[in-house]
């Protein structure tokens, strides 16, 4: 598959994730299975999306000229304060560590000190878009201490505790060897081999325990009854890859995860970007696509992002075909 294809397919698969969740966020999963005994029985009813998606192509647009945490924050400022990067023109939905992070580097304090760093800061909010930063390490950078460096900085700039720099790490890890070309077990199992290893030493090794289920190479097994889609940063990480996992397909990962009700958006926009990366742009239904909110400022800030890692390279595509026969 086309590298572009799962560029653009797990960039919009966080949008669609996040929009498809969205109508669905703070459901019990009781009142989800009572209203859609079956998962693929979930439709798409909106395409708004949220904080998730917003913080995602702020960071993708920063990244466009290159690696800059400061650019990166004051995009989160132009969100936050300026309603840029929404699809409405006002952001919502953001959680307090992400809301007390920026409020800290609006004050004055320098992004890689700005993240929450206790133990009640590790919500999902730094996993939900750290996807563009893994695009970028994995076509800018060789080494991975070096490419993990950047995604822990990305994420501290909301989320420096290293529970949370460890589920963007994994997360990550499992991106670059779905671009490698790794099937799903193999991309899996690969990412969480390099993780053990690699968060090994302090302050990241007390840590691993939480991630004991990822870790184990058998998330796909987990009970349905066992998985949580709540706001905690390790439900989300394994709630999507066992969606990821356990599903042939974007529609049925994505509404497999949205089933299970809670943080609904944020394990649809994580998901989304898993699922997206791995089958490719095609494999978004047209009709969720077209349904996503300021489509085309969307498409702009993702076509000059993907343009700027495959520079004079393979030509952009819109949901299969060629640029200038979709306009």
């Known amino acids: 598959m086309e590298l572009r294809s799962r560029l653009e397919g797990g960039l919009w698969g966080v949008l669609v994730g996040d929009a498809f969740g969205l109508t669905f966020q703070f459901t019990s999963r009781l009142a989800m299975e009572l209203d859609y005994p079956r998962p693929e029985e979930i439709p798409m009813l909106d395409g708004l999306w949220s904080d998730d998606s917003s913080l995602t192509l702020a960071t993708a647009h920063a990244l466009t000229k290159g690696y800059s945490v400061e650019k990166i924050a004051e995009n989160f400022l132009r969100w936050y304060y300026d309603g840029e990067f929404t699809p409405r023109g006002y952001p919502f939905d953001q959680g307090n560590t992400t809301s007390m992070a920026i409020e800290r580097i609006a004050s004055g304090v320098p992004p890689l000190e700005a993240g929450g760093s206790g133990e009640w800061d590790n ?33 501290m700039i909301t989320h420096a ?17 779905i671009l490698d070309g790794m099937d799903k077990p193999g991309a899996y199992h690969e990412a969480i081999a390099t993780a053990e290893k690699f968060y090994s030493i302090e302050p990241f090794a007390k840590e691993l325990t939480h991630y004991d289920r990822v870790l184990s190479g058998r998330i796909h097994k987990v009970e349905r009854s066992e998985i949580r889609g709540s706001g905690y940063v390790v439900h989300t990480l394994e709630a999507s890859l066992w ?38 742009i095609d494999s978004i239904p047209k009709e969720w696509l077209e349904k996503i909110e300021a489509g085309e400022y969307v498409r702009k800030i993702i076509d000059e992002f993907v343009d700027s890692l495959l520079p004079g390279g393979q030509r952009r595509t819109r949901h299969g075909i060629p640029a200038h026969e979709a306009l």
């Open 161 to 177: 505790h290293p529970r949370s720099l460890i589920g963007c790490g994994i997360y990550s890890l499992i991106i670059w060897n």
């Open 123 to 155: 919500g999902n909010g730094s996993l939900m878009r750290i996807l563009p930063a893994a695009y970028y390490a994995y076509f800018k950078l060789s080494p991975l201490e070096e490419k993990l460096k950047l995604i822990h900085e990305v994420s």
């Open 243 to 280: 969606a990821f996992l356990r599903n042939e397909g974007f529609a049925d990962a994505v509404k497999e995860v949205v089933s299970l009700g809670e943080d609904a958006d944020t394990t649809g926009a994580v998901t989304g970007g898993l699922a997206g990366t791995y089958y490719g």
